[in-house]
């Protein structure tokens, strides 16, 4: 199976960690996927530490793109909502740009933010097409931080299109999208943890969680945002 592993979204908590992430996993990928063939691309948000991030990527020949930071006055006022939900937009819009940069040799794409550090993450060797593969929360939402599927699930579901107005969280607008598309929500098993910035706003934008945390699904039980 050939697999395309994107790594998306905003550069924090700074270069170092960025670039400790993106090693870690590919080596976690690599190292427990040596079946199947598997590709990296790093699509970011250019900030103050996007250029160290670039350099990494180039001397390891990793496919990249930097997209200029979005300012809440550049959203469609369609997708307008107060803060901090506007940064729904910038996910949303992130998503959509890289995977219709993906070529359509890849049986699966996964989306990972780029302030992840992948710790397990179970790969399915069948990916079904009318699947996305994520983690339910509740009866309306499912997880906004990891996922994957067939290329075409990946660009349907971040379609910006998709990109809810309503005063929903962003786990609730991802799960309609995956609806209104008529996919069903496959889970797997993964732990991970995102590295944040401990500043109230990280490139003028006002952050939910200042913590590192951890988050966990073994197949039954779902832990969601411990401190680390």
């Known amino acids: 199976m050939k697999v395309c592993v994107a790594m998306i979204g905003c550069l924090r908590p700074s270069s170092e960690r960025i670039i400790k992430n993106i090693e870690n996993n590919i ?18 948000y250019i900030n103050d530490n996007y250029n160290c991030v670039l350099n990494y990527c180039k001397k390891n020949k990793i496919t990249n793109y930097f997209i200029p930071p979005i300012n809440d006055s550049d959203i469609p006022k369609e997708f307008l909502l107060p803060p901090p939900h506007n940064n729904r937009y910038r996910m949303f819009y992130s998503n959509s740009y890289v995977f219709n940069k993906i070529s359509d040799e890849y049986d699966a794409v996964v989306r990972l933010r780029i302030d992840t550090e992948i710790q397990s993450f179970q790969l399915f060797d069948n990916i079904k097409s009318n699947y996305y593969y994520t983690v339910i929360d509740t009866e309306t939402s499912c997880s906004d931080n990891i996922g994957y599927g067939t290329l075409e699930v990946m660009k349907k579901v971040w379609d910006l299109k998709y990109c809810s107005s309503a005063s929903i969280n962003n786990e609730a607008a991802i799960y309609n999208s995956i609806i209104k598309n008529s996919y069903c929500i496959k889970d797997f098993e993964f732990d991970y943890i995102l590295y944040q910035d401990n500043s109230k706003y990280f490139d003028n934008i006002l952050q939910w969680s200042r913590n590192n945390r951890r988050w966990i699904y073994d197949g039954k039980t779902y832990t969601k945002g411990i401190i680390v």
């Open 27 to 44: 080596l976690f990928f690599r190292n427990t996927y040596p079946q199947h063939t598997i590709d990296f691309i790093v699509c970011a």
